[in-house]
Structure formats: structure tokens, C-alpha cells
């Protein structure tokens, strides 16, 4: 049967399950599809295991025991809707609609799993949503009118490609396809610029590794190489933007040597790289999200579109800045924001914990449903969100497939179909094909689609208009473009659509590209290290970290540390440490390397709260936001101790100390 993988990964790879008797026995990528070309990666390779797992949720839970205790009774699905009809309707009574908030991400990017239950929140009046924790600064740049992508096919075209902090060979390896044909058809060069030599690094022709936090001075310098020796294209860039003399003055004090200084890179590296950067016709810039979460997350993107701009690369097919692309297809209107009874506040989903725990809030946050997210190991601040979450007053509903240290929080818990359960179709953000998800199995257990849970909510709560009607296909119908039906996507299994390119360089002036250059973040304290969460071969963000397979795989939580910070603090490889800050302690083990610039450590993966040590990195975290309001993760510091046993303290779930000592 055909489908399509649903995870938050820019590759939307297309599959094909294979099934006996009943069962999914497999899942392989569709080799007919130009981008999955045949492979699934790492994580889902054995998606179908996720849909047998043995502590999958098949059955509604009703809480039974103290917040987060995890200690749940099974009941049926009209005693859990009911419940929390009868729960939401109370709330609307006293407190207005608006006290109500579906929380909700990209567990599922699926068009009827993301957006379906939104059509019972907007026509309730609930509060409404926006922001994002994972890439918000380049979301801001893209409201300006900034071209943040093409076709990523086309970086085949390109002749020198800049993978700035992104680790394409873990997070989405049929990009690092396009990036390597580039390499092998026409010479191109690729250089990873990155605190970390990952196996992204190790696979480029060339690893700058620079401090966190340092790319917009890196960029400057570059920048300011292209005008010192006349290598940028100033016609081009003047006909993009208002500020072009405002851009090259900023980045006149910014010689290579000053660079060097700030960055750890050397100055005739600044120069070799800027004088390549000017000759490539064209190059790509391929830019991470990780580099784009601190404080300074716009500074940074504006910094990387400023270069695309002034080397006039987005004259060339292949060539500009690629941070994300998406087909066509009007996802939002598959919520139905129609319904909507009157304006209602929207929320920044970024900022949970604050508003959970805000007495300003007006009304205050009286029921969440919550699906597709993990908050309490994904947002930042994790401490406050838990503390938010265990609030006694707080209706908390969670639809999950596993009982996530999230769903553990919940008064009630409803299990959702996997992908290899339900009909959808799925949007993308690294490339231009719709996908078409047909289910190979029935549902598991009593699981059920979200689209049958807004048909089977929505009239205990009064409401029945058609839209609730609806069938999961329909409700996927809504965000096609016109003249492209669900039969249209049945002859492939996908279908690509071609938006315009982007049109700027045209002479209509109006981007601007001049700012501030900020400094990386300092260290708080002498002893403090940058502490890095980098994305992990075998998890997609916290989805797998119950898996037995993608948990092996990842064998235990990995603090990697340069040696020379290692032998400082007198530190051994491979022992257990703590890491910690005013905010909380975690544990994980030590991994001494040259491969990570000195001053950073970093934990990949984003563990449970389960995994021993409670190595959930968002304990660390900060309520800590760019004024885009993108979530400053990676402004976070930490001291490492070796953990002497028995004098260590283990923090609980919610971040409180219990000393075992
Ligand atoms: N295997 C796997 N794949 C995934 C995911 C996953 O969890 N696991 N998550 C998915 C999601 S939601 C996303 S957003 C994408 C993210 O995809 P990527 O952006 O590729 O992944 P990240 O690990 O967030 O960051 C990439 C690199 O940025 C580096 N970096 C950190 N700080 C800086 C900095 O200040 N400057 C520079 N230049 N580099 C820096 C990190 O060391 C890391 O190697 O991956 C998606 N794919
Ligand atoms: N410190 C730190 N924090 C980070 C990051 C970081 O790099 N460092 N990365 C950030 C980024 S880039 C992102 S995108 C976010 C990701 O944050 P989240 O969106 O919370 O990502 P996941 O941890 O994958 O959690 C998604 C949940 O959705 C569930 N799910 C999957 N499919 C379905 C479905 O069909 N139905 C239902 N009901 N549930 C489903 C999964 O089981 C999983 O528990 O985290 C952010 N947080
Ligand atoms: S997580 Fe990404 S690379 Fe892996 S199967 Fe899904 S879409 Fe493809
Ligand atoms: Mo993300």
C-alpha cells in the first residue's frame, strides 16, 4: 500500500508497506519517487514496529493518580468524550471559549492529523495558536517578502555548496543526495560550517568549525571581503534591496582578523571562503535551524539571506539560500478558520510555560488539548511548562501513540492512529511534492484517526455544522489546490507542484538586509560551558526515544566535551557526569573528542524523561526568546561534575531535587 512517512523532517519521503496477513511486515521508501529514491533513513526504516510496539496506547486512559504519576485507568471512548465535553463546556460557561488551547505540532505534519480537531477549536472560539519552537527566525525573515527557497533539486546546479549548521546526512539525508550530485557532476565544492565536525562534517570537502552563536560575524567578514575585492554584484543587490549602503557599512570594521578573533577561524580561511563564495556562479547557502535558535536567531538568517543577496547567486538556477521549500497546498483551510465565531486571541505556541503559569493571563489557561507535540521535553523551560502541566486546575487532554512524559500529565488520554492506520495526505517543507498516505491496516485497538475524533467530539460539544461531517478524505480535500483531486495524487502517490520562483532582484527594491551583527552569547561564569542539543541520528526530535531499536542504537544519553575542557576539570572518558545549572541537573556520559569546539559541549537527542539520569536537555533551557520569538535553546550554560557516587542529587520530573545521597 502506498503512503508516505508523516514525521517533521524535510524529506516527506514517499513508502510502500508491505502487508501479510493483516500485518505490516515492512515498510520500504518508493523508488519511483525522485526524492525518496528508494530509502527511509534510520529512524523509520521499521516504521511498522512503531505501530506494534508493545507500550503503544490503544485505549482511552482517565487519570487515577497524581499529576505526571503516569497512573491512568482504561475507560471507553464515549466515557473519555464525555468527560471532556462536559469538562470544556463548563469552562466556556465560566470562563469564556478563549480559556480553552489546542496545543498542537508536527508529530504528524498529515493535513486531517495536524488540522482536523482545529475545526472544533475555532468554531468554539477557543484560543487560537501561532509561533513556532523549531525555526521561528526564519519564519520572520519570510514575512518580510525574503525568499527562504527554490526547488532543492536544483542544487544539483550548484558550484560551491555552504552547509551552515545543518547535519543533512542525520536530519535529511535525501537532501545530502542533491548537495553530493552537485559535487560529483560538476566539481562543486561543499564546506560545512559548524561547531561540531558531525558525519555531515566529516562527508564535506572542507569543516569550518566556528563558536556558536558566531555565524553572523563569520558572515560579516565573508561580506566584507566581496566589497573589499569587488567580488560582490552590486547591481543585483541593488535592485533587491533599500539598504545596501546601510549593509556594506555595518560590515566595514569587520576584517578577517577581527573575525578571526571572535569566531575561532582563521583569517585567511575567512578570505579563501569569501573569495570562493564570490566565484561560484552559483553557490547555495543551505542553512539549519540550530544555528537559528538563540536570541539572535533573526540576526543570523538576515545575515545568511544578506550573503545570497550581495554574491548575486540568486540569479542562477541552484543557487540563493535554501532553508526550507514547500508545495503548494492551502493547509490552513482544512482548520477551517471560517468557523470561527468572532476574533479570537492567538497564542505563541513558543511560550507554554509562561502562559501556563502567568497569573496576567486573561482569561487564564483552563483546558489544553494537546496532539502532535511533546512540550514537556520539546519547549524550552521545560521546568516551568511541567510545573504548568501539573497544575491541579488544568483540564489537560492528550492525544498520543505512547504515553510521552507529556500524555503522563494528562486527565485523559485518547490513542491516535499511526500513519500506517488512517488515510492523509502531507505537505512538506523541504521540497515541492504533495504525498498521499493510503492506511494499510485498520486501526489498532481503539485507536482512531483525529478526523474521527472531531467527528465523534464535535456534537457532545452542540455542534453540527457539515464541516464535522466530514470524512478524513474530505477534510484532506480542503487544502488541495485547485484542479488537483485526491485522484490526481492516486496516480503516483504524489504529486509535485511548482510554485513561482521567487521574484526579487527585479529592480522592485524592498528587502532589507542590514542590521545588527551580534556576538555570540558569553558564558555567564569562568567555568560555564555552551551546551549545544543538536538533532540525533536515531530520534526525530523526542518521537523514538521509547523505541528498543532507535534506543540501542543510540545507546545511552552522550555528553560530548572537548578534551581540552575534559582535562581541565579532570574529566574521563566515558564516565558519568552531571550537568547543571540554576535550573536543574541532569546526567548523561561523558564522550571526550576533538571533533567539538572547545568551550561547547553538546547532548544529542531528546530524551525522555524515563532514560536514565533524566537527561531532558529542556530542564536546562531558559524562558529565553529572539524578538521574533524564537526559542534561545542554545543560549544555555552548564557545569559539568563528575558524579561521585553516593553525593549526587537526581532531579525528579518536574526539576525538583531529591538528593540520594
Ligand atoms: N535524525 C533526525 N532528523 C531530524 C530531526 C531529528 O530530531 N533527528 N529533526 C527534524 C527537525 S524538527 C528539524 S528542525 C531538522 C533540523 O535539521 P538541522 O538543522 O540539520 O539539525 P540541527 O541538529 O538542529 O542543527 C544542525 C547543526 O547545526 C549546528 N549548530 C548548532 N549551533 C550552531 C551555530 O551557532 N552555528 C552553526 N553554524 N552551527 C550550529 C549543530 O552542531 C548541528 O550539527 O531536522 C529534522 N530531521
Ligand atoms: N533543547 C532543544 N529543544 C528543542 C529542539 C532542540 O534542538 N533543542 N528542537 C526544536 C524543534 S526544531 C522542534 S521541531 C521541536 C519538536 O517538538 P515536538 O513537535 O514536540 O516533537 P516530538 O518530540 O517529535 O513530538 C511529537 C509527538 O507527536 C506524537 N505524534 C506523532 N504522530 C502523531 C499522530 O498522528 N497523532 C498524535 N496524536 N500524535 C502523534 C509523537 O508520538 C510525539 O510524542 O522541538 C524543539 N525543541
Ligand atoms: S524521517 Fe525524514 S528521512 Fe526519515 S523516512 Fe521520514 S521523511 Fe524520510
Ligand atoms: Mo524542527
Avoid at 550554560?637 to 538528593?659: C, E, K, M, T, Y
Wanted: aromatic residues 6%; charged residues 20%; proline residues 7%.
Amino acid at each position: 500500500m502506498r503512503g508516505c512517512c508523516p514525521l517533521d523532517c524535510q524529506d516527506t519521503c514517499s513508502w510502500v508497506a508491505h502487508v501479510e496477513e493483516g500485518r505490516v511486515v515492512r515498510v520500504e521508501g518508493a523508488k519511483d519517487h525522485p526524492f525518496t529514491r528508494g530509502a527511509l533513513c534510520a529512524k523509520v526504516n521499521d516504521y511498522e514496529q512503531r505501530v506494534y510496539a508493545p507500550d503503544r496506547l490503544l485505549h482511552p486512559l482517565r487519570r487515577s493518580g497524581p499529576k505526571g504519576s503516569g497512573e491512568f485507568d482504561r475507560i471507553s471512548w464515549d466515557e473519555a468524550l464525555d468527560f471532556i465535553a462536559s469538562g470544556f463546556l463548563a469552562i466556556i460557561d465560566e470562563s469564556g471559549a478563549e480559556a480553552i488551547l489546542p496545543l498542537n505540532y508536527l508529530g504528524s505534519m498529515g493535513v486531517v492529523q495536524r488540522r482536523a480537531l482545529m475545526r472544533i477549536f475555532h468554531a468554539l472560539g477557543a484560543s487560537r495558536l501561532h509561533g513556532s519552537i523549531c525555526g521561528a527566525a526564519g519564519n520572520v525573515l519570510a514575512e518580510e517578502g525574503h525568499p527562504r527557497g527554490f526547488d532543492p533539486e536544483e542544487i544539483v546546479h550548484s558550484r560551491l555548496v555552504l552547509l551552515w549548521g545543518a547535519n543533512l546526512l542525520s536530519t535529511s539525508h535525501h537532501h545530502w543526495h542533491f548537495v553530493d550530485r552537485a559535487r560529483r557532476q560538476s566539481g562543486a565544492r561543499i564546506v560545512c560550517i559548524d561547531p561540531i565536525r558531525t558525519r555531515t562534517a566529516r562527508a564535506c570537502d572542507e569543516h569550518v568549525m566556528l563558536k556558536p552563536g558566531s555565524d553572523a560575524v563569520l558572515a560579516a567578514g565573508i561580506a566584507h571581503v566581496l566589497f573589499a575585492e569587488e567580488l560582490a554584484d552590486v547591481a543585483f543587490a541593488r535592485s533587491a534591496v533599500v539598504d545596501l549602503d546601510a549593509f556594506r557599512e555595518q560590515v566595514v570594521p569587520w576584517t578577517p582578523e577581527r573575525v578571526s578573533a571572535v569566531c575561532g577561524v582563521e583569517a585567511d580561511v575567512v578570505v579563501r571562503l569569501a573569495r570562493e563564495y564570490g566565484a561560484a556562479h552559483p553557490a547555495t547557502i543551505r542553512c539549519g535551524i540550530a544555528p537559528q535558535q538563540t536570541r539572535a536567531g533573526e540576526s543570523f538568517v538576515r545575515a545568511l539571506a544578506a550573503l545570497a543577496i550581495v554574491g548575486g547567486h540568486w540569479r542562477h538556477r541552484g543557487g540563493g539560500l535554501f532553508i526550507e521549500a514547500n508545495p503548494v497546498l492551502s493547509e490552513a483551510s482544512a482548520a477551517r478558520p471560517d468557523l470561527l465565531p468572532r476574533e479570537t486571541r492567538s497564542l505563541d505556541m513558543a511560550r507554554l510555560g509562561e502562559q501556563l503559569t502567568s497569573i496576567a493571563l486573561e482569561p487564564p489557561i483552563r483546558a489544553l488539548m494537546v496532539w502532535n507535540h511533546n512540550p514537556a521535553v520539546t519547549q524550552p523551560d521545560s521546568v516551568r511548562v511541567r510545573e504548568g502541566l501539573a497544575r491541579e486546575d488544568l483540564l489537560t487532554v492528550v492525544v498520543e501513540h505512547f504515553l510521552t512524559d507529556t500524555a503522563r500529565y494528562a486527565d485523559v488520554v485518547l490513542p491516535s492512529t499511526t500513519q500506517l492506520e488512517h488515510f492523509d495526505i502531507v505537505g512538506a517543507w523541504g521540497h515541492h511534492y504533495i504525498s498521499l498516505n493510503e492506511p494499510a491496516v485498520p486501526p489498532q485497538g481503539e485507536a482512531l484517526s483525529h478526523g474521527e475524533i472531531m467527528r465523534r467530539l464535535a456534537p457532545r460539544l452542540g455542534l453540527d455544522h457539515p464541516a464535522f461531517r466530514e470524512s478524513d478524505e474530505e477534510i484532506a480535500e480542503t487544502a488541495l489546490p485547485d484542479g488537483i483531486g485526491l485522484s490526481t495524487l492516486r496516480e503516483n502517490g504524489w504529486y509535485k507542484t511548482t510554485p513561482p520562483p521567487p521574484a526579487f532582484g527585479d529592480g522592485s527594491a524592498r528587502l532589507t538586509i542590514a542590521g545588527e551583527v551580534p556576538l555570540p552569547a558569553s558564558a555567564p561564569a569562568g567555568d560555564m560551558l555552551q551546551l549545544l542539543t543538536p538533532k540525533s541520528h536515531y530520534f526525530l526530535n523526542s518521537s523514538f526515544a521509547n523505541m528498543g531499536r532507535q534506543r540501542t542504537a543510540m545507546k545511552r544519553p552522550t555528553l560530548e566535551m572537548h578534551a581540552a575542557d575534559a582535562a581541565m576539570r579532570g574529566l574521563l572518558d566515558a564516565e558519568e557526569v552531571e550537568i547543571a545549572n540554576e535550573r536543574a541537573a541532569i546526567r548523561a556520559w561523558l564522550r571526550i573528542t576533538e571533533d567539538i569546539c572547545p568551550g561547547v559541549v553538546a547532548l544529542a537527542g531528546k530524551w525522555w524523561g524515563d532514560a536514565e539520569g533524566n537527561p531532558v536537555a529542556n530542564l536546562l533551557t531558559a524562558s529565553a526568546w529572539s524578538p521574533g520569538g524564537q526559542p534561545a535553546y542554545n543560549d544555555t550554560f552548564v557545569r559539568i561534575n563528575s558524579v561521585q557516587p553516593p553525593a549526587f542529587a537526581r532531579p525528579s520530573l518536574d526539576g525538583s531535587f531529591s538528593s540520594t545521597a
